[in-house]
């Protein structure tokens, strides 16, 4: 793995997270007349820092990058100059503070609705909702899921593409109760699968919704054809080459790719007899599967491609695209559904219903970071927009030394009519630090654990 396929794109989104959470507080500050003293993309000392404006604010670029912040002119922090008072930050109107506040998470969410306001216009493609055979005495089995079944709505409300699907399922398990899949089948006829969600479990960190039902991705039969033998592996220490076709393995004929993966698998280490097929002649060869270690399983690899990689198979997938009215309408309700399914679920986690192994920090987002720049551009912006979305709501948490925790004191001062005690306020922040170190202690631990886990 090159650290730097990671790292990078995580940077790249953090970097941009980060500027536009502190734009928003800048810009509206500016608007209310505030001054700002500094503007920072992360903490600590500085390592590229210059001064700009009327105001000569500090741009600065720091040393720790996972954060940011705007130091506003403000009598808690030092002596202001009777001719800057009424620009002091603590003198400004509470409805001023509050937005000021406010304006960051924000920002964050607006970012969001323009990434995917932009992705629904210019289109992605998608693999259709198209479902595989499920999984016996699975839920999905119960329901009658039939391979081939290709989903057209759940609950009345369309789907387009697999993740549409996977995302319209996990909204509707948080509510525990039966849902009515509308398909149609290989043969073109529409029918009804109705799946029961009531006391499914969701994502626990080792398997997600989708396993737990029983449901799996529908895939086109491709042939078993070589396309690439890497030098060295299993595949060339028998003399396999580009073009062969796997007639027979372990004495069972083989009719499509995935029948040779899974016996392969099965194989490690073993002695894996074979019938091949190169330029109409048939011979036989013995294939010795090389050990590899996943998610503590041992399973064999040969080393060999498939001549048509999945992605050439153009009846798996779907663009998908909108008008501009429509795209927007849709990134808002995009936009507005993952905000109030990431509130449900940290409620959840609370409640003991969700596992708190769903947590993320900093090492599992860069590897998504990774794997999403990895598959393309409009990959990469849903999940910036979907880390934005996050970072918008975590801050808009009622947790002191988060902007929601100063959002829920201008709240009681407007109810009380004056500001709260800077005692009460102290303590707060106190409590709200040991809560901020222990939820991300957390997620270190959830990031440590995954990467031993595989």
């Given at each position: 793995?090159?650290?730097?396929?990671?790292?990078?794109?995580?940077?790249?989104?953090?970097?941009?997270?980060?500027?536009?959470?502190?734009?928003?507080?800048?810009?509206?500050?500016?608007?209310?007349?505030?001054?700002?003293?500094?503007?920072?993309?992360?903490?600590?000392?500085?390592?590229?820092?210059?001064?700009?404006?009327?105001?000569?604010?500090?741009?600065?670029?720091?040393?720790?990058?996972?954060?940011?912040?705007?130091?506003?002119?403000?009598?808690?922090?030092?002596?202001?100059?009777?001719?800057?008072?009424?620009?002091?930050?603590n003198r400004q109107h509470v409805l001023r503070r509050f937005a000021i506040v406010a304006a960051g998470p924000l920002?964050?969410?607006?970012?969001?609705?323009?990434?995917?306001?932009?992705?629904?216009?210019?289109?992605?493609?998608?693999?259709?909702?198209?479902?595989?055979?499920?999984?016996?005495?699975?839920?999905?089995?119960?329901?009658?899921?039939?391979?081939?079944?290709?989903?057209?709505?759940?609950?009345?409300?369309?789907?387009?593409?697999?993740?549409?699907?996977?995302?319209?399922?996990?909204?509707?398990?948080?509510?525990?109760?039966?849902?009515?899949?509308?398909?149609?089948?290989?043969?073109?006829?529409?029918?009804?699968?109705?799946?029961?969600?009531?006391?499914?479990?969701?994502?626990?960190?080792?398997?997600?919704?989708?396993?737990?039902?029983?449901?799996?991705?529908?895939?086109?039969?491709?042939?078993?054809?070589?396309?690439?033998?890497?030098?060295?592996?299993?595949?060339?220490?028998?003399?396999?080459?580009?073009?062969?076709?796997?007639?027979?393995?372990?004495?069972?004929?083989?009719?499509?790719?995935?029948?040779?993966?899974?016996?392969?698998?099965?194989?490690?280490?073993?002695?894996?007899?074979?019938?091949?097929?190169?330029?109409?002649?048939?011979?036989?060869?013995?294939?010795?599967?090389?050990?590899?270690?996943?998610?503590?399983?041992?399973?064999?690899?040969?080393?060999?491609?498939?001549?048509?990689?999945?992605?050439?198979?153009?009846?798996?997938?779907?663009?998908?695209?909108?008008?501009?009215?429509?795209?927007?309408?849709?990134?808002?309700?995009?936009?507005?559904?993952?905000?109030?399914?990431?509130?449900?679920?940290?409620?959840?986690?609370?409640t003991g219903e969700v596992s708190w192994r769903n947590l993320s920090g900093p090492v599992t987002i860069a590897d998504?970071?990774?794997?999403?720049?990895?598959?393309?551009?409009?990959?990469?912006?849903?999940?910036?927009?979907?880390?934005?979305?996050?970072?918008?709501?975590?801050?808009?948490?009622?947790?002191?030394?988060?902007?929601?925790?100063?959002?829920?004191?201008?709240?009681?001062?407007?109810?009380?009519?004056?500001?709260?005690?800077?005692?009460?306020?102290?303590?707060?922040?106190?409590?709200?630090?040991?809560?901020?170190?222990?939820?991300?202690?957390?997620?270190?631990?959830?990031?440590?654990?995954?990467?031993?886990?595989?």
């Open positions: 793995m090159n650290l730097f396929d990671y790292l990078i794109p995580f940077l790249l989104a953090l970097g941009l997270l980060i500027l536009v959470h502190e734009l928003g507080h800048y810009l509206i500050a500016r608007l209310c007349g505030v001054k700002v003293l500094r503007f920072s993309i992360g903490f600590g000392r500085p390592l590229i820092r210059w001064t700009a404006g009327a105001d000569r604010t500090e741009w600065v670029l720091a040393a720790f990058p996972l954060g940011g912040y705007v130091k506003m002119l403000d009598e808690r922090e030092g002596a202001v100059a009777p001719g800057e008072l009424h620009r002091a930050f920002a964050n969410l607006l970012l969001a609705i323009v990434l995917y306001w932009g992705l629904f216009i210019g289109g992605t493609q998608e693999l259709k909702p198209r479902l595989g055979g499920a999984e016996a005495s699975s839920i999905a089995a119960q329901a009658g899921v039939r391979e081939g079944d290709l989903v057209l709505d759940v609950d009345d409300e369309p789907v387009r593409s697999w993740p549409e699907l996977r995302w319209a399922l996990l909204r509707h398990a948080l509510d525990a109760r039966e849902v009515k899949l509308h398909v149609r089948t290989l043969e073109d006829v529409e029918a009804y699968r109705r799946i029961d969600l009531s006391g499914v479990q969701i994502e626990d960190g080792e398997r997600d919704l989708i396993a737990n039902l029983g449901l799996k991705l529908w895939r086109p039969p491709i042939d078993p054809v070589i396309g690439k033998v890497i030098d060295g592996a299993a595949g060339s220490r028998a003399g396999l080459l580009p073009g062969d076709r796997f007639v027979m393995l372990d004495g069972k004929p083989v009719t499509s790719w995935v029948e040779v993966v899974e016996r392969v698998r099965e194989h490690a280490g073993t002695s894996l007899p074979a019938e091949i097929s190169r330029s109409g002649k048939d011979f036989s060869v013995t294939l010795v599967p090389d050990i590899t270690e996943e998610q503590g399983r041992r399973v064999g690899k040969i080393g060999v491609a498939v001549a048509e990689p999945p992605a050439g198979d153009d009846s798996a997938f779907v663009i998908v695209h909108y008008g501009p009215a429509e795209a927007f309408g849709k990134a808002l309700k995009q936009t507005w559904e993952t905000s109030t399914l990431s509130l449900k679920m940290i409620g959840r986690m609370l998504y970071a990774g794997q999403s720049a990895k598959l393309g551009l409009s990959h990469y912006l849903k999940f910036v927009a979907l880390i934005s979305i996050s970072l918008g709501v975590l801050n808009l948490l009622p947790i002191p030394v988060l902007d929601g925790g100063h959002l829920l004191y201008y709240v009681i001062e407007i109810i009380k009519g004056g500001p709260i005690p800077e005692r009460i306020m102290e303590v707060g922040q106190q409590i709200g630090l040991i809560l901020l170190a222990m939820l991300m202690a957390f997620a270190f631990y959830n990031d440590i654990n995954r990467l031993i886990s595989g």
